[in-house]
């Protein structure tokens, strides 16, 4: 069944729902959901609503030429996507390839509503499982340090993201911090996938900083990279019981499992036009 | 805040969210909470908006004369509720207290929106617990096979629930069959507590069915009382962990907790207007 | 069945199994569990014996007397408990009283191996709860800022620790900071329990800070109580998912939960002879 | 670090657990880990100690002459295995090969302690993933009902795990039911995953089942395969919530997690000797 997906938000008032609901029904839509959340503290509306797209009489140019006025009067951001047209990822990576290496596989059954454009990474480890896949692999600068090779080799993903029209960028353990031009640059939004759950044990080797704490559970944070390290909108997260039994090497054991699914999971509800950012949260319809 | 929510399930047509959110938008209404589901295997659409009453134009009556004709034109099966109405609630006990103890902490401590109107027990252990929070207690037939007796306290049940105006009975580890009799003559629907994960482990002694068996998890499941055992609409359920080094006793141990969780979150659930039976299945809109 | 229960830990050797085991084998032991972990990153052996009393021929004294120098050649901490003894613990408790009536209830049926010799709180909320289950109610100063009636509120609870015997105190949700006064002075270990999963949220409101944070669980953490304010060796931990739907409200009900679990267990944990704090960290023998 | 490990099962006895360390002490070991269960129920010991292969003076020969007096005196199943061997492991797969590339992963970056002699499959979608490890590949009878094509099939496997010396066979989410006589012929134990919460849902089409009955938990079974399908015993289970939202295809998604979670961590626990079978019940030193 193709869909299309409307995902709003603005001040809340009343009659929102009415009015897009009425507008879609106009032109013949047939919903499938409707989602509606009303943040009272800050007053504000989000909208997502999915509706078949046969029957339906307006393609994306003449919606927005119908809901654009619409929109504009109650001061709403918006966008609109359609099942049928499957967003291009790119993938960068490091040395470590679970978070990889699952989500290629999650691609080719066709999980995750997109395609992957290309596969960078700063070291070669994952390079013969994308060709595998049949996909395109990317050489990034490899060595910590080197400022001329890394803003290279960023200017060079940015120029894959242009020409390939990626609309998503997952870092799939790339161990390596973006550069504030990379993601203002950047036509896609970024996702990482931190090692903890965050806001604890923020920065490096946070289960070695787990260990240390005696903590009995630990984590896996999914979230939109920002400038500011760490403290991007959070889109999932998930945790394991641990015990004293188990060593640093246990705790990266089970973190690898959290890693993959809270990633995956993640691209999956932004792939599916369920999440919408707003300010540093994420309201999520699943 | 008061609000009025709108529970209701229809045969799938366009226009169903637009034609109600419309038909509240006319009278005023501001949406805090809108979800629809729409059921593309029976072809059902399920509703809950809930709205502010403040500003809202349409008293009980008057909404019901005005909306009746428009549901009716959809086939809608629909029912309203209000925040402010807070709906008596009967609880039955048997020896373990454990999950009417939870239940009259939480009703006393205003989490669960309802009151208590009466505790019945065939055992008298929670008698103290239930007049320490100043709340009547019924007694009613203990002995098991006495089918006399048993009918003449579910009578006395009855009649408590008609002049109480009582709108949900839990049975809070209440180990008797409640007859079909009294399930077709109850006005208040009937929520029970099972100490499995069903469907495993219908019928008596489940934790030593669990054991016996060697399960890696037990469950709890929270369900609408139908004349079918153990059959009936499940509303939740949860599980826990457990090892070689549980014993049965430690199983019921863990039970315990499960019931508490799993049989509160279903009472919250059905007195917040969240949960809609359809055929043997629900739609919890959580 | 009567059990004894020998907790160790030592620097990490060969034989000290054999040894300990055969120390008990030699006075007619029948071993029920027998748990041992070598930490190899500290070099640190623990071990958790536990063992019928039945055909068991020391007694306490004779016991130490025999055993002593054996331990000492192996430089073992170690400490003795029996299933009989049933010690007394001492629960203080602030406005919210959801995980005090849990612990009282968890005592009353059982569940925890030991009894509650008082409960102290700087607010009468829970006093009458407490005279329902028949125990001692003792008044703590209640405001904020006045340090001499806090000294001599702590006084008061040493006291009462003192002559009652008490040897475990519970903070069941109580809300000021014990002095490191009373830590050093009181025989009997503090378990608290932190509404948050720490090291998350420190410090006050943390429901607040996770929901600013967005974060997608909440949890909570047992811990002894040190005077680094939570800082102390955590116990356990639990998590619950949590989304842009849960308002404060709703995750300071979801943590209600939360605490009521973590703390009941970790309290079961010590009470078995389960816990060894060993530095900032815990083995937990579950 | 190479180590040793011994499991056994014996009649509960006075003395085991002395018996048994202060042999291995005799002979120079060094304990990383020692757990004893004894199941007071059916009155049986259970064992499993692990020791540094370093300083310990036993090969696995003398071990055998000198512990099995020992042994038989105390009515003693046993094994004894090494770190330093990897057991050899053969995959049996079907259409569906999300566990088969999971365990493959797994395998490679040394997570589960064996090696992959070789994978079967009665589809050859997974071929090419499987040579990409550069591992052999065996089709199987793909037709149901041809009987003596499954058999030649089996027989094929059978020489297979003879040749090559393989120790553990695992059921990828293989979907033709074994045979008694290659169950009974096959030197190795067989694990499978059955994708639901045993013992609810036996059978085919477990996530159609589930969806009908209106589940909120689904779940993942990993067991040894015995003759009576489904019945096995229990390894390790996992769950997963599901609501109304969920369709069958999104059961079946999120059990694909459950089942490469449940699997790979069953199969890591038997070839870190860490469980032994006892009647239809496992113990699992985790």
């Known amino acids: 069944m193709s869909t299309a997906v409307l995902l709003s938000s603005c001040p809340d008032a009343k009659g929102i729902v009415a009015r897009v609901t009425g507008f879609l029904h106009t032109y013949g839509a047939n919903l499938v959901h409707a989602d509606h959340h009303a943040d009272l503290t800050g007053k504000t509306s989000f909208l997502r609503l999915e509706w078949e797209q046969e029957g339906f009489t307006l393609d994306a140019a003449s919606f927005r030429a119908a809901f654009s006025p619409i929109a504009a009067s109650m001061g709403m951001d918006w966008s609109l996507h359609f099942s049928d ?37 700063n070291h070669r480890d994952a390079k013969p499982m994308v060709e595998h896949y ?126 993959k699914m809270v990633l995956s999971h993640a691209v999956r509800l932004h792939l599916s036009h369920r999440v919408i950012r707003h300010r540093n949260r994420t309201i999520v319809f699943d």
């Open 85 to 121: 047209h499957r967003p291009k990822v790119g993938i960068l990576v490091s040395k470590q390839d679970h978070c990889l290496v699952d989500l290629l596989h999650r691609f080719a059954i066709g999980e995750l509503p997109g395609e992957v454009a290309f596969v960078a990474g």
């Open 134 to 259: 049949g996909l395109p692999w990317m050489d990034l600068a490899a060595k910590a340090g080197d400022e001329t090779a890394k803003a290279a080799s960023e200017e060079a993903v940015l120029e894959k993201v242009r020409t390939d029209g990626v609309e998503l960028v997952v870092l799939a353990r790339y161990m390596q911090v973006l550069s504030g031009r990379f993601l203002s640059d950047s036509a896609a939004p970024v996702i990482n996938i931190h090692h903890s759950f965050l806001p604890a044990f923020k920065g490096g080797r946070p289960y070695h900083q787990a260990w240390e704490r005696g903590v009995k559970v630990v984590g896996a944070t999914a979230h939109y990279v920002t400038e500011d390290l760490d403290e991007g909108p959070i889109i999932g997260q998930d945790v394991e019981r641990v015990s004293h039994r188990d060593t640093v090497d246990d705790l990266v054991r089970k973190g690898r499992d959290l890693e």
